[in-house]
């Protein structure tokens, strides 16, 4: 969860209201924000959300509290004034760091609280959703000392100098890669890159080096900087539309008048856009989840206090969300919000009003009859995680990408999908323990997601046993002999039919079927395999559908 400071003065500037430090701990509880520690002015407080990138400055907080309070219910917007601020994006850049969006806000009077703060959302939201500048870096500019129309293009890496922030003297941009502390942080992102991207002006002023480094010409913002240039790069435009949209709008809760910049692109595009999305939500369905009877009115006022903006129709609302709340995909997330507001000191525990006993799932029973046969061949039963990552899920076991369900949000590139299938979780347990004895004979029974349109949460779960078996001598042969124990034992009939699969030894692999059905496959993973996982033995594998055994 990301932390941020935040000084409680300037809180209550933005909000026009103080507060006592008892009464801001319970707001910022509203807004799923809590205080870690009070340090006089200085607040740290954590972000519980990691989907609420909007609430990751004092404006953004701010903007939340007002709604709280009661100073502005209704729905955040911002004006966009229309200007000829022109950024042309070469082709270049295309195979490197392909797009941007882009703004410009004027009018501004930067304090040192302000500056802190729109450093720290820099930095926050480059770290996190922009996972440390891959996907998205940011570049905040003195607009003032920018000649148009600017150029987003690229450079040899000895082609080009300029002063880096935070320096005096020139230098070229192999050697800002390789000597300035930004350079030595991120210069991996640019591995292997002929060319690195830059921003320059008309005067070819070079504004920045994304996701690099700023200039110390044009991109210092001080006490004296009244209008800015933002710029977004990266490699989605969705994602980097919504940093833009909570960086500028940021800039406007202290003032800023925000005016448009056309990119021009293949396709001419105009940023900012503050797009909102709408959702239909019935009372009825409100009161059934929360066990409440509210009344249209008291919903409207929840709601119009989160900032949310809302239309009534007879007993069904349409609730207009803002373009920063990008957690609300579902009416539950509304219904949530909803709760969280009319505080949950305040619903009244009803006790059940039926007598039930417990007992175990009949799934548990028989993952437990499973696990004891596995167990009395000497195999142990690992547990992984359900999340996972496409290099593990496809790369390494020589797979073409396929649909896969993907975070919207990863923080982790370790962590940025959900796993489509059980065996690379086994792989990668073994390639962590190579030091450790062998034969090794491990199995997992657990769940994997695939997408699924037709769901209502476009993903379906199934239930897989996997197992791995690891020495000298694995072999294809070993792994039939203990397919051949578990269907026996469940007095199923079975054959096995050659099939080659990628990451498997050609005519070493075979289909599993029960009567017509193919139920899972088995193989002796490839040299290829088991090089891309530095393993150091043969690796023979089974993976099924648990419920066909039964």
């Known amino acids: ?27 910022l509880e509203m807004t799923k924000v809590s205080v870690e ?49 022109i950024v042309k994006v070469s082709h270049k850049v295309k195979s490197i760091r392909p797009f941007t969006v882009c703004a410009v806000v004027k009018d501004l009077h930067f304090t040192e609280k302000f ?38 293009t690229t450079y040899k890496p000895e082609a080009l100098s300029f002063t880096p922030l935070g320096l005096v003297e020139k230098l070229n941009l192999k050697q800002i890669v390789e000597k300035h ?37 044009s991109g210092k913002i001080t006490e004296k900087t009244k209008n800015v240039f933002i710029e977004v790069s990266g490699f989605d435009l969705d994602k980097l539309s919504h940093v833009l949209n909570i960086t500028v709008s940021a800039l406007a809760e202290r003032g800023g008048k925000i005016y448009s910049v056309i990119i021009k692109d293949r396709k001419k595009i105009t940023t900012p856009f503050f797009k909102t999305k709408s959702r239909r939500i019935k009372l009825e369905e409100i009161n059934s989840l929360l066990g409440l009877d509210l009344k249209p009115k008291q919903v409207i006022d929840l709601l119009t206090k989160l900032r949310y903006g809302v239309k009534q129709t007879n007993n069904q609302f349409v609730v207009e969300i803002p373009f920063y709340r990008q957690d609300i995909i579902h009416n539950v997330d509304l219904i949530e919000d909803i709760a969280i507001n009319y505080g949950f000191k305040n619903f009244k525990p009803v006790e059940p009003k039926m007598y039930t006993t417990g007992g175990i799932l009949e799934t548990t029973k028989r993952k437990a009859q499973i696990a004891d046969l596995l167990t009395g061949l000497e195999f142990q039963e690992i547990a992984s995680f359900l999340l996972s990552n496409k290099k593990e899920q496809f790369d390494n076991v020589n797979m073409k990408k396929g649909e896969i369900v993907e975070l919207i949000n990863p923080y982790s ?44 949460t476009k993903t379906k779960d199934n239930l897989k046993l996997a197992l791995a078996i690891s020495h000298a001598k694995a072999n294809f042969t070993e792994a039939v002999q203990v397919l051949d124990y578990i269907l026996k034992n469940k007095k199923l009939e079975y054959s096995l039919v050659p099939k080659d699969y990628p990451y498997f030894i050609p005519g070493r692999s075979a289909e599993i079927k029960i009567k017509d059905k193919i139920i899972g496959f088995i193989g ?27």
């Open 1 to 27: 969860m990301p932390t941020i400071e935040i000084s409680k003065k300037d809180i209550e500037k933005l909000v026009k209201k103080p507060f006592t430090i008892e009464k801001l701990t319970e707001l």
């Open 37 to 85: 520690n009070v340090e006089k002015d200085k607040l740290i407080v954590k972000i519980e959300d990691t989907n609420r990138a909007d609430l990751l400055s004092t404006e953004g907080i701010a903007r939340e509290l007002k709604g709280l309070v009661g100073r502005e219910r209704k729905l955040a917007t911002y004006p966009v004034e229309k200007s000829s601020f």
């Open 115 to 152: 500056i802190e703060q729109i450093v720290q959302l820099q930095e926050k939201l480059c770290d996190t959703f922009g996972r440390r500048r891959k996907e998205a870096a940011i570049g905040i500019y003195d607009f003032d000392k920018i000649k148009w129309p600017i150029t987003y």
């Open 181 to 217: 502390e930004k350079g030595q942080a991120y210069g991996h992102l640019l591995k292997d890159k002929k060319e690195y991207p830059i921003f320059i002006d008309a005067d070819k002023n070079v504004l920045s080096m994304p996701p690099i480094i700023n200039s110390d010409y």
């Open 413 to 456: 590139e370790t962590f940025t999908c959900l796993r489509k299938w059980l065996l690379p979780s086994l792989i990668k347990f073994l390639s962590n323990n190579t030091t450790k004895d062998y034969p090794q004979k491990i199995f997992e029974i657990g769940l994997t997601t695939e997408p699924s349109p037709r769901a209502e």
């Open 524 to 550: 002796e993973l490839s040299p290829q395999t088991i090089s891309n996982w530095n393993l150091k033995l043969p690796v023979s594998c089974i993976e099924i559908d648990f419920n066909s055994l039964f």
